[in-house]
């Protein structure tokens, strides 16, 4: 058994070493240094957007409440937000190609076609449409200001797009997916899921039982798997756990973890790109087998 646990060792240092023994230009380790350093700050973005989001929709709630009889405020707790009423549109289509600086950007906008008026509108619907919008525009304007910085002497392409991942009876989740190319190229997606049985924008820990430890048990899953890749791999897949030269690597996840619902309802962890792992290994995903997290789920 120590022999088979030494040679394990030996087989993740060279795995390790051969990965850090590669030659990577100078330029090309700022890029990916700046890279690495994106990714984070998109990740407390996504934590301060998540907050904000929630935030909103407790207002929400505590404005309802008190201007509502308790049988007015017993019946929008039993409706289900969307429901089979569910509309996704395009509200805005941006194009730009100047040469130098190309852009190819839609944004979508929830609606509930099962409202009767246009003044009952939905909470939940409201602040993930203004999030949307407020995302959308921050990269739109970041985009805008580069092109007028580097006019003709470079070359910058964006691209948004959206897709429904999930639509069943009680959850609803939106993908966002944002490609930036300037020297380099930047994938990041960004998920709102709603709970339309609860009518409210939902999280990670909405998924599991109150109190449940399922940032440990899923910790554990990911950190095997990456361990095993680390090992395995024979397509130069690499992971980053823990501290390294270049970033902090992977430690755990949070309730503003990226994640969705496939079709067969796997739970679905996901990072951006850089995150947890070179660029060219795009945006890693996990699918949480079933029976780790059976005692503790709620979907």
């Not at 190229?185 to 899921?193: A, N, Q, T």
């Not at 660029?279 to 699918?287: E, L, S």
Request: aromatic share 10%.
């Amino acid at each position: 058994m120590d022999v088979q646990l030494q040679l394990l060792e030996q087989r993740i240092k060279k795995s390790r070493d051969d990965y850090m023994e590669i030659k990577v230009p100078e330029e090309g380790l700022q890029r990916m240094k700046e890279a690495i350093a994106h990714a984070k700050s998109r990740k407390i973005r996504r934590r301060r957007m998540q907050k904000r989001i929630c935030a909103a929709a407790a207002s929400a709630v505590i404005f309802l409440i008190p201007n509502c009889s308790k049988t007015s405020a017993q019946a929008l707790m039993n409706l289900p937000v969307l429901g089979h009423f569910f509309e996704v549109i395009t509200i805005r289509d941006y194009q730009f190609d100047d040469g130098h600086s190309r852009a190819d950007v839609k944004v979508p906008q929830l609606s509930d076609s099962s409202r009767s008026s246009i003044t009952e509108k939905n909470a939940a619907i409201e602040d993930v449409n203004r999030s949307v919008e407020e995302y959308t525009n921050e990269i739109l304007e970041h985009f805008k200001e580069n092109q007028k910085l580097t006019g003709s002497q470079g070359y910058q392409s964006l691209d948004i797009s959206y897709d429904v991942l999930t639509d069943t009876d009680r959850w609803f989740t939106l993908e966002i997916t944002v490609t930036e190319v300037q020297g380099s190229g930047y994938e990041r997606r960004h998920y709102y899921h709603i709970d339309k049985s609860a009518g409210k924008i939902a999280s990670l820990k909405d998924l599991f039982v109150p109190g449940s430890d399922y940032c440990e048990i899923i910790d554990t899953y990911i950190i095997e798997e990456m361990e095993r890749c680390n090992q395995e791999s024979e397509e130069g897949e690499v992971y980053w756990i823990g501290k390294s030269e270049f970033t902090d690597g992977f430690e755990g996840i949070d309730d503003e973890q990226n994640f969705y619902l496939d079709k067969q309802n796997r739970l679905v962890i996901v990072f951006d790109e850089y995150e947890v792992a070179p660029g060219y290994m795009g945006t890693p995903r996990f699918v949480i087998p079933q029976n780790l997290i059976a005692d503790i789920r709620s979907f």
